[in-house]
């Protein structure tokens, strides 16, 4: 469950300044620990650009942490860390060879990253509106 | 086993290639350097008793290899193949397990200059019987050639594969690929496997699952671990616990009758186990 003052910023940057009970629910039926902008984007209907905005400031405001992923060619996440610079330098994945599954070692630098969000577990510290 | 005796110094040396380091080291013991020099320093003897070590090196070693191994139930009648397309059997026990080696023949593509050319392995397969199921084992061979060359290569195809084989000691009608569904589930319900990619049927669908990070599907995430334990399994990837066995993963393709080991286990015989753990299960 996404905390309320998550919910409560979010309504904040929103066009009109207010959630719907379906939007409500639908944030709130995230998984905390692994938010993507298009989670966001789509439960909100906006543009690519507000759902990055909305998810920065909450992360601002120290309601969210920022991390990043790191993709096998197949689209696997193989890695997450909370910061680039931690992503182990190489990342096991899998491809196919001959019909039969394959182990490969692939340099992190090489795949493709993606971004996502998760709760702030030490949130709770810090007040509504404060910047963290 | 003229197949290897009569074969080059460099044959003998890529087929010693296939097996572990650590594996070449304790039986060679007293010869001393990298795997390259360990291999053709053992290559270059081709005496009977140095041919007749390698061999038991390679049946006693070959289950630490990386292996494509495809099971067979089996009739009754169904005997091991007294030979194999362009290939020899080197070692019996009879009627419970041969080993063959087979001649493959890379066709390559050097470049800077452009020059055609023949890369040549000798191929290890064992082939098992049990009362019910008839085991076939491929070890793999490695796909890169270029390190065997100085410069640019292609692979232009191969004289003989996995398909070829198969093809040819399944054409009695004897055997049928073994459905492995059961076995497997069985020691993924204990505990003993966790899977961190399945690929399975639906009733109006193939649909696969890769968990992020390997994690195990089953731990994670139950409600996929309950709706596949009723569908039919594809290619799916499973984990070992590193205090239950060396075989840290393997695939399988359960409906196929197909397991693959993908990287060199270091106990001899943890592959024997898996293998067996899933036939006895099934």
């Known amino acids: 469950m996404l905390s309320n003052k998550f919910l409560q910023t979010i309504s904040k940057l929103v066009p009109g300044g207010t959630l719907s009970a379906k939007e409500l629910q639908l ?18 209907g906006v543009s690519h650009r507000s759902a990055v905005r909305i998810l920065e400031t909450a992360v601002r405001q120290g309601l969210f942490k920022r991390g990043i992923e790191i993709q096998c060619p197949d689209g696997t996440v193989a890695a997450s860390a909370d910061a680039e610079e931690k992503l182990p330098v ?12 394959k182990e490969v070692e692939l340099p992190t630098e090489s795949l493709t990253k993606t971004t996502f969000y998760r709760l702030n577990d030490e949130s709770d510290s810090i007040t509504f509106g404060q910047t963290a | ?46 005496t009977q008793p140095q041919i007749d070590k390698v061999t038991k090196f390679i049946n006693e070693n070959l289950s630490c290899c990386k292996q494509h191994v495809y ?18 059997k080197i070692l019996e026990e009879p009627g419970v397990r041969s080993l063959y080696a087979i001649r493959v023949s890379y066709n390559i593509v050097l470049r800077d200059p452009l020059e055609d050319g023949v890369l040549e392995f000798l191929w290890p397969v064992r082939i098992e019987l049990t ?54 589930k069985k020691l993924w319900a204990d505990g003993l496997i966790d899977s961190t990619r399945t690929k399975y049927k639906t009733s109006i669908s193939t649909a696969s699952e890769a968990m992020d990070e390997e994690r195990g599907i089953k731990e994670f995430n139950p409600e996929l671990y309950a709706a596949v334990q009723a ?20 695939s399988t393709d359960p409906s196929n009758g197909i397991i693959g080991f993908t990287r060199y286990s270091e106990k001899k015989g943890d592959t024997d186990i898996v293998i067996e753990q899933i036939l006895t299960n099934n």
């Open chain 1, 27 to 44: 944030l709130s039926s995230l998984n905390p620990d692994k938010i993507y902008v298009e989670n966001v984007r789509s439960i909100l």
């Open chain 1, 90 to 101: 190489t990342v096991h994945c899998w491809t196919e060879e001959e019909g039969h599954p």
């Open chain 2, 1 to 46: 086993m003229p197949i290897i005796q009569q074969a080059t110094i460099e044959d003998r040396k890529r087929l010693l290639e296939l097996f572990p380091l650590a594996n070449l080291r304790q039986e060679w013991p007293t010869i001393k350097g990298l795997k390259e020099e360990i291999c053709y320093s053992v290559a270059a003897d081709a």
């Open chain 2, 71 to 88: 099971i067979f139930s089996r009739d009754a009648s169904a005997t091991l193949p007294t030979t194999v397309p362009h290939g020899e």
């Open chain 2, 131 to 184: 009362p019910q199921y008839f085991i076939a084992r491929f070890v793999v061979l490695e796909k890169n050639p270029s390190s065997y060359f100085d410069r640019p290569v292609y692979v232009g195809g191969k004289t003989v594969d996995e398909k070829a084989v198969l093809s040819e000691i399944t054409a009695s009608g004897l055997l049928s690929p073994a459905d492995l569904n059961k076995g497997i």
């Open chain 2, 231 to 250: 569908a039919p399994l594809y290619t799916t990837v499973f984990q070992i616990p590193e205090d239950k066995s060396s075989v840290c993963t393997f």
